[in-house]
């Protein structure tokens, strides 16, 4: 089989009133593909993002606010090519790491997810990092397997992966993402990356944000862990570092 290269990729996002960063994001998506790379925004702004984003070329999607899974769930699952990269809007995450995922997702892994705790983000705030720490811990817990950052927004996986499994969260939604996957034996890598300090203001609320991250980490957890859902598995798998 011949190998995945940018013509095989859309990167996908959801937006929410980030017209400070998002002609920053897609220019850098543009130069690093070569303006190769499908972009997707599922939006629900009320501000200039949906205009910026059309102008530069990406497909905008847009339907009313109803939370970061609501959105990144349609952006995923909307995409046709065969790789499919998800990133955040707020131009923290480097899109020139994006050949280093793709040669990853060549060489078989099925999800190259991107691990901002190891490297220690200094640009993110204390009570972020504190917070996502204990998220990656729990899930680690839970599935019996060492994970460093279940709620990274960076990721590429197989599109035919995000097709096969039923995502249930919302803003849990990218735990799940990874949690489930690692869980019914798919491969996963976990890659270090840089983490910029964010363009405009943060839209979650570290604390009743935190704690519903937290009680969908433990629900996922549960039910892949002891097979408590119709469609859980068992499984051994282990998470690779690169």
Request: with cysteine; net charge negative; glycine share 8%.
């Given at each position: 089989?011949s190998?995945y290269?940018?013509?095989?990729?859309a990167?996908?996002?959801?937006?929410?009133?980030?017209?400070e960063?998002?002609?920053?994001?897609l220019?850098?998506?543009?130069?690093v593909?070569?303006?190769?790379?499908?972009?997707v925004?599922?939006?629900?702004?009320?501000?200039r993002?949906?205009?910026i984003?059309?102008?530069?070329?990406?497909?905008?999607?847009?339907?009313?606010?109803q939370?970061?899974?609501?959105a990144?769930?349609e952006?995923v699952l909307?995409?046709?090519?065969?790789?499919?990269?998800?990133?955040?809007?707020?131009?923290?995450?480097?899109?020139e790491?994006?050949?280093d995922?793709?040669?990853?997702?060549n060489e078989g892994?099925?999800v190259v997810?991107?691990?901002?705790i190891?490297p220690?983000?200094?640009?993110?705030?204390?009570?972020?990092?504190l917070?996502?720490r204990?998220?990656?811990?729990?899930?680690?817990?839970l599935?019996?397997?060492?994970l460093?950052?279940?709620?990274?927004?960076m990721?590429?996986?197989?599109?035919?992966l995000?097709h096969?499994?039923?995502?249930?969260?919302?803003?849990?939604?990218s735990a799940?993402?990874?949690m489930?996957?690692v869980?019914?034996n798919?491969r996963?890598t976990?890659v270090p990356?840089?983490?910029?300090?964010?363009a405009?203001?943060?839209k979650?609320d570290?604390?009743?944000?935190?704690?519903?991250?937290?009680?969908s980490?433990?629900r996922v957890?549960?039910?892949?862990?002891?097979g408590t859902?119709?469609?859980a598995?068992t499984?051994?798998?282990t998470?690779e570092?690169t």
């Amino acid at each position: 089989m011949s190998e995945y290269t940018f013509a095989d990729v859309a990167v996908v996002m959801g937006t929410y009133n980030e017209e400070e960063a998002i002609g920053s994001v897609l220019a850098d998506i543009d130069r690093v593909t070569d303006g190769q790379a499908e972009v997707v925004c599922v939006d629900g702004s009320s501000d200039r993002t949906p205009e910026i984003a059309r102008g530069m070329g990406a497909r905008v999607i847009e339907q009313e606010p109803q939370g970061y899974g609501v959105a990144v769930r349609e952006a995923v699952l909307t995409p046709d090519r065969p790789v499919v990269v998800t990133t955040d809007c707020d131009d923290t995450y480097p899109m020139e790491r994006l050949p280093d995922f793709l040669e990853l997702v060549n060489e078989g892994y099925d999800v190259v997810s991107g691990d901002r705790i190891s490297p220690g983000p200094e640009t993110m705030p204390a009570l972020n990092r504190l917070g996502n720490r204990a998220f990656a811990a729990l899930a680690s817990l839970l599935l019996g397997r060492r994970l460093h950052d279940v709620t990274t927004g960076m990721r590429a996986y197989r599109r035919d992966l995000l097709h096969r499994i039923e995502w249930t969260e919302n803003t849990g939604l990218s735990a799940e993402l990874l949690m489930r996957p690692v869980a019914r034996n798919h491969r996963v890598t976990e890659v270090p990356i840089d983490y910029d300090e964010r363009a405009g203001e943060t839209k979650l609320d570290p604390f009743r944000g935190g704690a519903a991250i937290a009680k969908s980490i433990f629900r996922v957890g549960i039910e892949e862990r002891f097979g408590t859902s119709l469609d859980a598995v068992t499984t051994t798998d282990t998470v690779e570092r690169t």
